[in-house]
C-alpha cells in the first residue's frame, strides 16, 4: 500500500500526517521546531521524530524501520528559501521520494486547494502568497533578522525594544513595558535574552500583549497591522481576490483588517498542503 507523509513545520514545532492514496489520514504525530534555516540539525530531529510518531500509528511500531524508506513525502517547511538548507536537509533523511517547499507553499496549497486566493500566514514568523490559476507568488517570510513583520517573533522582539527605548527615555514608560523589563532582569536581561533567544521565544509575549490596553503595545500593534496590509496589497490584483488568514495570529489580523478586502476561510491547514506535495512527489 502506498503510504504518503505531510510535514508542516515552522518555528514552533511540527506537525505530520501519513495518508493513503486516497487521501485517508492514517497517523498523525508533532514534534518541536522545524526551522531548517535557523537549527537544521533540530529541525531533521524534529521531523523524523514526527514522521515516526505518525508512521507509528498508521502501521504500528514493528513496522516504521521497515516503511520508512518506501514513502513519499513532500515538506512545507519554515527556511526553506535559504540558500542550500534545503540540500543539507535531504542527507540523512530516509524517503523514497521527497519535494521540500517553503511553508507558505504548503499553506497555499492547503488553504486554497486550487482556488484564486491570497493567503497570509501569520504565526511565530510571517509569510504572505498568492496563488492564480498553477502559479503561486511569494513574498516575505525571511526570517525575524531581516523580515516577519506582524510575527508573534517580530511582536515580543518589538516589545522588548520599545522596553529598553523607554528606560533610555526615547519612549514613555508605560506599565506594560516597566512589568516586561522587570520580568526580564532589566536592560542588561533584555540584552542577555537577546543573544540566545529563537524566534519562538520572542512569540511568547504575544498572549500578554494581545491582552492589555497599554498604549505602547496599541501602538506596536497598529504598526504590525499597516505591514501586515502592505503585504496583502502588494499581492492584490485587478479585480480583488479574496484574503485567507491563517496562523495562530491570522484571526488577529482579520479582525483589525475587516472591511478591507473578502475574507474567505481556509479550505485546508498547511498539513494538508504537505500532502499534497507529498502527492505530488511520487
Known amino acids: 500500500m502506498a503510504l504518503f507523509l505531510g510535514i508542516d513545520g515552522g518555528g514552533t514545532g511540527c506537525r505530520a500526517a501519513v495518508a493513503d492514496a486516497s487521501g485517508r489520514i492514517l497517523g498523525e504525530g508533532r514534534a518541536g521546531p522545524a526551522n531548517i534555516a535557523s537549527d537544521l540539525g533540530g529541525a531533521r530531529a524534529n521531523i523524523l521524530a514526527a514522521a515516526t510518531e505518525a508512521l507509528t500509528a498508521a ?32 542527507n540523512g533523511l530516509p524517503f523514497a521520494r521527497l519535494r521540500v517547499e517553503t511553508d507558505a507553499m504548503a499553506a497555499v496549497k492547503g488553504a486554497l486547494q486550487g482556488r484564486d486566493g491570497i493567503v497570509a500566514a501569520l504565526g511565530t514568523g510571517s509569510v504572505f502568497a498568492r496563488q492564480t490559476g498553477s502559479t503561486i507568488r511569494q513574498i516575505g517570510g525571511w526570517g525575524l533578522v531581516l523580515g516577519d513583520e506582524g510575527s508573534g517573533a517580530w511582536l515580543g522582539r518589538g516589545a522588548l525594544r520599545l522596553a529598553l527605548r523607554a528606560k533610555e527615555g526615547f519612549v514613555p514608560e508605560t506599565p506594560f513595558l516597566r512589568q516586561i523589563s522587570d520580568e526580564h532582569g532589566g536592560n542588561e536581561g533584555i540584552i542577555a535574552f537577546s543573544l540566545s533567544a529563537r524566534p519562538a521565544d520572542f512569540a511568547a509575549l504575544v498572549p500578554a500583549i494581545l491582552a492589555t490596553d497599554d498604549p505602547a503595545m496599541r501602538d506596536l500593534l497598529a504598526q504590525a497591522t499597516r505591514d501586515v496590509a502592505a503585504f496583502i496589497a502588494r499581492l492584490q490584483t485587478d479585480p480583488t481576490l479574496p484574503v485567507t488568514f491563517i496562523g495562530g495570529l491570522g484571526p488577529t489580523y482579520a479582525e483589525r483588517l475587516a472591511g478591507r478586502w473578502t ?8 498539513l494538508d498542503g504537505a500532502l499534497i506535495l507529498a502527492r505530488e512527489a511520487a
Not at 61 to 89: C, E, H, I, K, Y
Not at 263 to 270: H, K, N, T
Open 59 to 90: 502501521c504500528g511500531a514493528a513496522l516504521v524501520a521497515q516503511m520508512l524508506p518506501t514513502l513519499s513525502a513532500g515538506f512545507g517547511l519554515a527556511g526553506a528559501n535559504a540558500a542550500g538548507v534545503v540540500d543539507r536537509l535531504r
Open 263 to 270: 475574507v474567505a476561510p481556509a479550505l485546508g491547514s498547511a
